[in-house]
C-alpha cells in the first residue's frame, strides 16, 4: 500500500525519469508528490527538507547510460538530485546527486554498483554537479532524530503572542538561551510555561529559532535567533 508522508515542504518541481512502483517488499509512498521506495530515501528526504539551504530536490531525477565491462549497453537511475540556494556568503552549493543505499547492500552487490557510481561521478563531472553515496550511517543520525521530533509541530498551531515574548527574550539577550530556564524566568503559571514550551518547539520547528540539531533536544538545549526576522 502507498503511504503518503506530510513530512516535507511542497516542491514545486517536475517528475522524475520513473515512477516507483508499489512494492509489497519495501517501504513506497509519496511525500508530497516526490516519491521514494525505502525508508532509508525517505529519512533522507527529511533531512533534506530540513537543510536551510536545500531549495528542491527530486526522486529518480535522470537515467545515466553506460556501457558494462563486457560490452553490453546499460543505464542506471540514482535515487535523488538536490537543489540548493547561497549561504550567508553568497555561495552556492553545487547540485548534489545522491545513491541511497543500505550498507549490507553496498557490500553485497558491490562488482555490479562500483559501475554504475563511476558512471554517475563522469556524469556528474560533465555537469558540474557532485555524486554521493548515503548509507544508514550517514542518514540515520541524531540529527535526523532531532528533526523527526520537531517535524509534528512543523504546522501545529501556537499562541503568537507568547511566540513573540520568546522571539524578544532571544533578540535582547543577543546570546543562546536554555529553553526551560528562560520559560520559566519569563512565565509565571503552569498553563503559561506548557503553552510556552509548546511555542518553542512550533517555532524550531518552522526554523524561525535555531539550535544544534546533531545533539539530543532537551529543556536545556540552547536556542538562539534565525538569521531572518520572525513574522509570528
Not at 508522508?5 to 509519496?30: A, C, F, H, N, Q
Not at 553490453?72 to 535523488?80: E, V
Not at 554504475?116 to 558540474?128: G, N, V
Not at 554537479?129 to 540529527?143: G, N, S, Y
Request: aromatic share 14%.
Amino acid at each position: 500500500m502507498r503511504i503518503i508522508y506530510l513530512w516535507m515542504k511542497k516542491l514545486d518541481t517536475p517528475r522524475g525519469v520513473r515512477r516507483v512502483p508499489v512494492s509489497s517488499r519495501s517501504l513506497t509512498g509519496e511525500v508530497l508528490g516526490v516519491d521514494f521506495e525505502s525508508a532509508l530515501e525517505r529519512d533522507l528526504m527529511l533531512k533534506m527538507s530540513f537543510h536551510r539551504q536545500v531549495d528542491w530536490f527530486q526522486s529518480q531525477p535522470v537515467r545515466i547510460d553506460y556501457e558494462y565491462p563486457d560490452g553490453q549497453k546499460r543505464h542506471y537511475t540514482p535515487d535523488l538530485f538536490v537543489s540548493f540556494t547561497a549561504d550567508d556568503n553568497f555561495v552556492t552549493p553545487r547540485p548534489l546527486l545522491c545513491e541511497v543505499k543500505y550498507r549490507k547492500d553496498l557490500l553485497g552487490n558491490w562488482q555490479e554498483l562500483r559501475h554504475k557510481f563511476r558512471a554517475a561521478k563522469a556524469y556528474c563531472k560533465a555537469k558540474d554537479w557532485r555524486f554521493e553515496v548515503f548509507d544508514e550511517r550517514r542518514i540515520r543520525t541524531q540529527e535526523l532524530v532531532s528533526i523527526q521530533f520537531l517535524w509534528k509541530y512543523r504546522t501545529a498551531d501556537f499562541d503568537k503572542e507568547i511566540g513573540d515574548v520568546i522571539y524578544e527574550a532571544l533578540r535582547v539577550a543577543r546570546r543562546p538561551l536554555p529553553m526551560l530556564d528562560t520559560v520559566k524566568s519569563l512565565f509565571s503559571s503552569d498553563e503559561q510555561r506548557g503553552n510556552a514550551v509548546w511555542a518553542w518547539w512550533c517555532l524550531a520547528s518552522r526554523r524561525l529559532i535555531e539550535c544544534d540539531l546533531t545533539t539530543p533536544l532537551t529543556g536545556n538545549t540552547q536556542f538562539w535567533l534565525a538569521n531572518w526576522r520572525y513574522r509570528g
